[in-house]
C-alpha cells in the first residue's frame, strides 16, 4: 500500500498551482468547519486533514475544472457564496465583503497557472478604467497564492445567453446595446486599451444598460507590434480571443490587433444578436479561421431582419480591411445615434451627470478641471449653498452623484451631510473636505454619506474612480441609477 501524502504535499510540490492552491482551501475549509462543531479530536481532525490531501492528489488534471470552493471560504476581504460561472481562464464566484456586509460582489480566481501573467496584466489594466458601460473592479489580490479580482456584480445575464435561451433579439433593442458597448470600449482605447475579445459572452445587462467586462485579453496600444506584445501567445495565438468574433487580422497575428478589430468584433457580435448565428460559416474551428481571412462563405444579414442603415452600418464595422471601418468607436457610437434618432424617446443616456456644491472658487475650478480631464462620459451641474443644490436637483432629477463640500455657506459641517441626505434622499453623496481626518470621514459615513475623500489627496483618476465604485456599490444595493432616473 502506497504511504499517503503528508498534510503539506499539495502546498509543497506545486505551490505556484492554482489547483493546489483551491485545494488547500477546500481541504482547510472543511476541516475548519469540523473543529468548529466541537466534535472531533484533533486525531480524528488530523486524519480528516489526511484523507482530503490523499484523494485530492489522486484527482485527474482534467477533473480540476470541478473543483468548487463551499461557502463561507475566504478569499481575502471576501467570504465565498456561490459559484456563478466557469471558463478556461478561471471561476467567477458571488461573494461578500466580510466588513461591508451589504457589499456583494464577483470575485474572479485565475485558474491556469500558465495565465498569471496575463491575469497580473488584466488586473493591472482594468483599474485604469472608469465608465458607466465597463464592468468595475473594486479591488485586485494574491490570497495564499490564488489570485483575485473583486468585480462589480451584474443584475442580468451576458448576451451570450440571453440570446441562447431567448433567441435573436430584434433590431431596434439591439440599438443602445451597441451604442453602450461601443461607449465603454472607446473609454478603454482611450486609455490606451483593445479588448481582442468582444463578443456576446462579454457584454452583460444591468438594468437597461450594458457593460463590457474581461479585459484578459487587453494589451496596452503602445505595445502593437512589440516583441513583448507577439510573446503574448498561449498555447496558439488563436487562444487569444474568439475565431466567431476576432478580426481577420487577429486572427494571422495576435500583435496585429488595433482598436479597429474590436470594432470588426463588435459588429460580429450585432450579427449575432440579430440572427443567433456567426458570421463565419466552417463546420471546425480551422474552417472557420480559414473562412475569416480568406473571407469566405461570410454569412448576410437579410433585409427582412434589418432595413439597410442597419445592414450598412454593421458591414462598415465587419468590413474585411481595417482601413475601411470606422475610424474609431465614437465614430461608430454616432453612426448608431444616427439610426436610433426618432426611434426611442425615452432612451438611457450614455454619461453620467454629477452635482458639485461648492461655495469655494478655486476647489470648484480644480474639481471642475479634474471631471474634465478624467472623463468624457460626465455632465457636471454646479451649486454654491446647500439650498440651491436641492433647486438644482430638483430641475435635473436625472443627477446620479453629488460631490459636497462640508462648509457652505448656509450649512456646516457634519450636519451638511444630514441636511443634503435628508433633502436628496436617493442620491449617493460623495463628501469631499480638506479634512484628511479618519473620525471626520466615519462620521460623514454615519450622517448619511455614502464615500469620503480629502480634497488635498485627489488626482483625476483617484476622482472618477471614488464616482464611478460609489455609483457602483449604490446601484447594486438595491438603488439603482435606472430607479433614480424615474424619480422625481
Same mark, same amino acid.
Given at each position: 500500500m502506497n504511504k499517503p501524502p503528508p498534510s503539506s504535499f499539495i502546498r509543497s510540490t506545486s505551490s505556484t498551482s492554482y489547483e493546489s492552491q483551491v485545494t488547500s482551501l477546500v481541504s482547510d475549509s472543511i476541516v475548519q468547519r469540523l473543529r468548529n462543531s466541537g466534535q472531533f479530536s484533533s486525531v480524528q481532525l488530523s486524519l480528516v486533514q489526511e484523507e482530503l490531501d490523499r484523494y485530492f492528489v489522486s484527482v485527474a488534471e482534467d477533473e480540476w475544472s470541478f473543483i468548487e470552493l463551499p461557502a463561507g471560504t475566504q478569499i481575502g476581504d471576501y467570504e465565498i457564496a456561490s459559484l456563478i460561472g466557469e471558463g478556461g481562464s478561471g471561476q467567477v464566484y458571488r461573494a461578500k465583503h466580510r466588513s461591508l456586509s451589504n457589499h456583494t460582489v464577483a470575485l474572479k480566481l485565475i485558474k491556469n497557472v500558465q495565465s498569471t501573467n496575463r491575469f497580473r496584466r488584466e488586473m493591472e489594466l482594468v483599474q485604469r478604467l472608469a465608465h458607466p458601460n465597463v464592468v468595475v473592479s473594486y479591488e485586485v489580490g494574491d490570497h495564499r497564492g490564488v489570485l483575485y479580482i473583486a468585480m462589480e456584480e451584474m443584475s442580468g445575464p451576458d448576451l451570450h445567453k440571453r440570446v441562447s435561451i431567448s433567441g435573436p433579439i430584434n433590431w431596434q433593442s439591439t440599438i443602445q446595446i451597441m451604442i453602450d458597448a461601443a461607449h465603454g470600449l472607446e473609454h478603454a482605447h482611450q486609455r490606451g486599451l483593445i479588448h481582442r475579445d468582444v463578443k456576446p459572452g462579454n457584454l452583460i445587462m444591468d438594468g437597461r444598460r450594458t457593460k463590457v467586462t474581461d479585459l484578459g485579453l487587453a494589451v496596452l496600444t503602445e505595445d502593437i507590434g512589440k516583441p513583448s506584445a507577439q510573446a503574448f501567445h498561449t498555447r496558439c495565438e488563436m487562444a487569444a480571443g474568439t475565431p466567431e468574433f476576432m478580426a481577420p487580422e487577429q486572427a494571422l497575428s495576435l500583435a496585429s490587433a488595433t482598436p479597429l478589430s474590436d470594432i470588426y468584433a463588435l459588429g460580429a457580435t450585432w450579427f449575432f444578436l440579430l440572427t443567433g448565428m456567426s458570421r463565419i460559416g466552417g463546420a471546425t !474551428?480551422? $474552417?472557420? =479561421?480559414?473562412?475569416?481571412?480568406?473571407?469566405?462563405?461570410? %454569412?448576410? !444579414?437579410? $433585409?427582412? =431582419?434589418?432595413?439597410?442603415?442597419?445592414?450598412?452600418?454593421? %458591414?462598415?464595422?465587419?468590413?474585411?480591411?481595417?482601413?475601411?471601418?470606422?475610424s474609431s468607436m465614437a465614430d461608430v457610437a454616432t453612426a448608431l445615434e444616427a439610426i436610433r434618432t426618432g426611434k426611442s424617446a425615452d432612451s438611457p443616456k450614455h454619461g453620467i451627470e454629477i452635482l458639485i456644491v461648492e461655495d469655494n472658487q478655486d476647489d470648484l475650478f480644480l474639481t471642475l478641471e479634474m471631471l474634465k480631464r478624467g472623463n468624457n462620459s460626465v455632465t457636471v451641474h454646479e451649486a454654491r449653498t446647500l439650498a440651491e443644490a436641492v433647486e438644482v436637483k430638483h430641475q435635473h432629477p436625472a443627477i446620479d452623484l453629488v460631490l459636497l463640500d462640508l462648509q457652505l455657506p448656509d450649512s456646516s459641517g457634519i450636519d451638511t451631510v444630514r441636511q443634503a441626505r435628508s433633502e436628496m434622499s436617493n442620491v449617493p453623496l460623495v463628501v469631499l473636505t480638506g479634512q484628511d481626518d479618519i473620525i471626520v470621514g466615519k462620521a460623514c459615513i454615519e450622517a448619511g454619506a455614502d464615500e469620503f475623500a480629502c480634497k488635498n489627496d485627489l488626482t483625476s483618476h483617484l476622482l472618477e474612480r471614488i464616482i464611478f465604485i460609489t455609483l457602483s456599490r449604490c446601484s447594486h444595493q438595491g438603488n439603482t441609477i435606472a430607479d433614480r432616473h424615474g424619480a422625481s
Open positions: !474551428l480551422g $474552417e472557420k =479561421i480559414s473562412n475569416l481571412v480568406k473571407n469566405e462563405h461570410v %454569412n448576410q !444579414l437579410s $433585409e427582412l =431582419i434589418a432595413p439597410e442603415s442597419v445592414r450598412c452600418v454593421l %458591414n462598415r464595422m465587419v468590413a474585411h480591411h481595417a482601413e475601411d471601418r470606422f
